[in-house]
T-cell receptor, first 115, second 111 residues
Framework: NAGVMQNPRHLVRRRGQEARLRCSPM?????VYWYRQLPEEGLKFMVY????????ESGMPKERFSAEFPKEGPSILRIQQVVRGDSAAYFC?????????????FGPGTRLTVT | GENVEQHPSTLSVQEGDSAVIKCTYS??????FPWYKQELGKGPQLIID?????GEKKDQRIAVTLNKTAKHFSLHITETQPEDSAVYFC??????????FGAGTTVTVRA
């Protein structure tokens, strides 16, 4: 059973470009979470999605960032007009359901570098 | 929001010795406390978790304790082995999906 998959693993973008990060949850998982990890820091919650629904986006910056989890295909985290401060590792996690007792399984992350 | 503090930031132990990592949290409503191990280039992996209705939980060489009154919880690794070298994160959650992570502890086990 394949784990959570993220691609690309490494992404380099120039300031002002767009970054698209993809996350394919584990088979049978319909809940996806995105976290951002800055150097020397812990992971920070960004957004929680179910299929076709954003449940909690309280950790997402108000501008330039968006996330979706369509009925078919991977979840996408999109960063428009990237700036150097967006350089970080972005992790997604998935779970079969949300709430009590359901472990979040993390993917290997996408390391975004903005030059 | 929840604020989780983790100490120490780095920990070096001799193989066979014990390692202890401590975390404090701010939100008294937090009721779920997982610990993750992150190896270089990989995502965090859950190693043990504890809920607020339990004071201690053990799984082989790993144990976690929780003091709700003091709002702190700790990870204990006994008989450390070189493969225990990694970054360890504590986390807390009051709603079971929004995890608030500590800054991490880099554990090095010396052979």
């Amino acid at each position: 059973n394949a784990g959570v998959m993220q691609n690309p693993r490494h992404l380099v973008r120039r300031r002002g470009q767009e970054a698209r990060l993809r996350c394919s949850p584990m088979k049978g998982h319909s809940h996806v979470y995105w976290y951002r990890q800055l150097p020397e820091e812990g992971l920070k919650f960004m957004v929680y999605l179910q299929k076709e629904n954003i449940i909690d986006e309280s950790g997402m910056p108000k501008e330039r960032f968006s996330a979706e989890f369509p009925k078919e295909g991977p979840s996408i985290l999109r960063i428009q007009q990237v700036v150097r401060g967006d350089s970080a590792a972005y992790f997604c996690a998935s779970s079969p359901r949300g709430g009590v007792g359901y472990e979040q399984y993390f993917g290997p992350g996408t390391r975004l570098t903005v030059t | 929001g929840e604020n989780v503090e983790q100490h120490p930031s780095t920990l070096s132990v001799q193989e066979g010795d014990s390692a202890v990592i401590k975390c404090t949290y701010s939100d008294s409503a937090s009721n779920y406390f997982p610990w993750y191990k992150q190896e270089l280039g990989k995502g965090p992996q859950l190693i043990i978790d504890i809920r607020s209705n339990v004071g201690e939980k053990k799984d082989q060489r790993i144990a976690v304790t929780l003091n709700k009154t003091a709002k702190h919880f700790s990870l204990h690794i006994t008989e450390t082995q070189p493969e225990d070298s990694a970054v360890y994160f504590c986390a807390a959650s009051s709603d079971d999906y929004k995890l608030s992570f500590g800054a991490g502890t880099t554990v090095t086990v010396r052979a």
